[in-house]
């Protein structure tokens, strides 16, 4: 957190003994604050150009320039580095050259330790508020340059702010969105579950599941939506297009329900199995022809089933497999009643999800 760092102060001042005391005072008063003292204005630029620092703080009779030109050297390499012009030359000129030099602050020296309790306020004033900007600005490039769509949402339910990613889900700009209620951009029936729902429990919990959304053309497609609330009764809002998504899952779902069919309506024996030769599924058609319940295949072993094979010779064939691969060989299936029925085999490593199994297909010879 901003507010539990240090801060690094570099002081410009001719006078060795008014640094020091600056330097101890300081870090009495605000034990965040590490002051690291030159005695000259190019010290000052030499140790900015090598070091990190959060703030400066400077007199302005310098032996070398002018605590202005400091300010104006320093504002032409770091713009943004906040600079408080601490000084005994307590003129209006002076303070005029210096906010027209984009100074940060201004403050008289004194003798007393009041004067150094504000030197260490608008010190930590300065930098933690240039902190906070800094933060806001790369949070405000990330959101930017995100692919998902972020806006935020205000308690009255309007869009406030948006990236243009946001935007593009909808087929417009973010302006054509701002001030917008939320609402126009999902369905009817979708905002109201969002609104009773899912908006009132945003006060404990961020929420995130998928949803509707609805564009300009009244088209809708589906998201993922994330939403946070905020201290103000607003929420934030994070979306993800996964129409591609769904249309795989659609996909994969019609293969599965294709392969289904052709697995349990297939005029072929196929049972799959692991690479230890247990049988983790069997088709009706090997059920019947066996004699066997399904429950009463799977689990046992291939080499129970098909008696031509030797346990070690199969571990050693199926090990030398790749995915994708089919062999083929003969075997000699064992019916429940004894009897055999001789068959010409088809093997094949397949991936199902993650882990290795081995697609049999055998038909009689």
Known sequence: MVGETSIRVLHAEDDEGFAELTATYLARIEDRIDVESVADTEAGLDALATGEFDCVVSDYDMPDRNGIEFLEAVRAERPDLPFILFTGKGSEAVASSAISAGVTDYLQKGGGADHFELLANRIVNAVERRRAEREADLWARAVEA????IAVIGPDGRYTDMNDAYAE???VDPAALIGEPWATTVPEEEAERLREEVIP????DPWSDESVGKRVDDSVYPKLL?????????HVCIVRDISDRKEREAELEAKA????ILFEQSPDLIDLHDADGRIVDANRRLCDELGYAADELLGRRVWEVDESLDPDEARRTWAEMEPGEMRELRGRYRRRDGSTLPVEVHVAQVDLRGAERFFVIARER
């Open 146 to 149: 995100s692919e998902e769509g």
């Open 257 to 260: 329900a294709k392969l289904d």
């Open 226 to 234: 994330s939403l946070a609330g905020l201290d103000d009764g607003g």
């Open 169 to 171: 889900l909808y087929g």
């Open 201 to 204: 429990s945003l006060s404990d």
